[in-house]
């Protein structure tokens, strides 16, 4: 019987892994040992003060996951069936589905081709026209994608002109600055995702950050089943079980204290890839606004394959014959079956960014020879293309 040799693959190489550090474990044991196994206890409370003053914003509500902050931000900020809602259409569909889920309509908004994120020209554009039409656009749900913020100057203008609420969904940026202020702060309300692949993680988890009393207390009314103050279980409106629970608190407490040094790596990893294949013909890196600073949460690049010699698609499929995990840049809202007869501005640079757009791997735990490994692929994959483009001698 003949043995097939077979080459075993080198360890895989996740885009975005977690990043534990002894802190974590020893919280979470803590937790554990303590009993508070509940969607209360003093990591939450404890969790949502340090938050509060890491975004530099008042009051912070721990829940379950981002999506549900942004659920409950919607609710608080009054969004109503039938209403419509300005968003980003370059997102991850959990923003266009919390607009859904208050019954309101997304009205998807091109991305600006300096910083991907939502244009604040064309923003202005919908505002008129819609206030024009009879049917204005009752708030702003602005994403801050990849690790960088929106164009928060020209974005609170118009809500300000329009006198509309702006919500900030924050969820990839936690750590990144604009004009110097942390993101989240920059609508009535901010969201923020914990999931297992964003910067910090509690395996899954969110928070809702705001300046008002009333609006956190709102969020945290909602998110335990809006019971009423009585002794009994008395309720006067519809509620959710959305809250936090005190163990995956106590993991976000270490993960927050090490915040820091995340984004730098994150930054580090950004800077490698500028270093070695930013320098490859038609290979570009995503562009950062002069005024921000990007978390780079996801090192992505943009492939044009005339130059290149190959597609972002070749790209990805040669990173993963490899072990290497990469993935397309998100495909826009109004190219999703589920969203494609919502109304949408431009379109045209975020179906680009999908076209030829690939996130690479970003972690915090990512190692130089990690590193060297992707790098060495895409290069290899660039002169492969580059000797398969060269004339023939007969
Ligand atoms: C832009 C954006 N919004 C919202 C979410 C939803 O967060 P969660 O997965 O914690 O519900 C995510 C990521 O997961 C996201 O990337």
Redesign the pocket.
């Known amino acids: 019987m003949s043995v097939e040799k077979k080459t075993a693959l080198p360890p895989r190489i996740y885009l975005s892994p977690p990043h534990m550090s002894p802190a974590e474990r020893e919280l979470l044991l803590e937790a554990f040992d303590s009993n508070w196994i509940a969607p209360l206890g003093p990591h939450v409370e404890a969790f949502e003060r340090e938050f509060a003053e890491k975004v530099g914003v008042k009051y912070a509500v721990a829940l379950?996951?981002?999506?549900?902050?942004?659920h409950l931000a919607l609710l608080i900020l009054g969004i109503k069936p039938g209403d419509d809602v300005a968003t980003s259409t370059l997102?991850?569909v959990?923003?266009a589905n919390?607009i859904r889920y208050v019954g309101a309509n997304p009205v998807f908004i091109d991305s600006q081709a300096n910083s991907w994120n939502l244009d604040p020209e064309l923003l202005a554009i919908e505002l008129h026209e819609a206030s024009q039409r009879g049917r204005p656009i009752k708030a702003v749900l602005a994403?801050?994608?990849l690790g960088q913020c929106a164009d928060y100057d020209a974005i609170q203008q118009l809500c300000k002109q329009y006198q509309i609420p702006l919500i900030e969904?924050?969820?990839?940026s936690l750590g990144a600055t604009y004009q110097g202020k942390p993101a989240g702060g920059f609508g009535e309300i901010g969201?923020?995702?914990?999931?297992g692949?964003?910067i910090i993680t509690t395996s899954?988890?969110?928070m809702l950050v705001t300046a008002k009393k009333e609006w956190a207390d709102q969020a945290r009314f909602l998110a335990t089943q809006a019971r009423d103050p009585f002794p009994h279980y008395e309720h006067s409106v519809v509620g959710y079980n959305y809250r936090m629970s005190n163990l995956l608190a106590a993991i976000g407490r270490g993960q927050l204290s090490v915040l820091d040094e995340r984004v730098h790596r994150r930054q580090e990893n950004y800077r490698f890839y500028q270093e070695t294949i930013g320098t490859l013909p038609g290979i570009v890196l995503a562009p950062e606004l002069p005024a921000g600073r990007s978390t780079h949460w996801l090192s992505c690049i943009t492939v044009d394959p005339e130059q290149f010699g190959a597609t972002r698609e070749d790209i990805r499929l040669a990173l993963e014959r490899e072990n290497i995990e990469s993935r397309p840049v998100w495909k826009p809202m109004h190219m999703q079956p589920v969203y494609s007869s919502f109304r949408t501005r431009g379109g045209a640079v975020a179906e680009r960014l999908f076209v030829d757009g690939l996130c690479l791997p970003s972690g915090s735990n990512l190692t130089t020879a990690d590193l060297n490994r992707i790098v060495e692929v895409i290069q290899s994959v660039g002169e492969t293309a580059c000797v398969s483009s060269q004339p023939k001698s007969s």
């Open positions: 379950a996951s981002g999506t549900s902050a942004l997102t991850f959990a923003t919390a994403v801050d994608i969904d924050a969820a990839e969201c923020f995702s914990f999931n692949n964003k899954s988890g969110g």
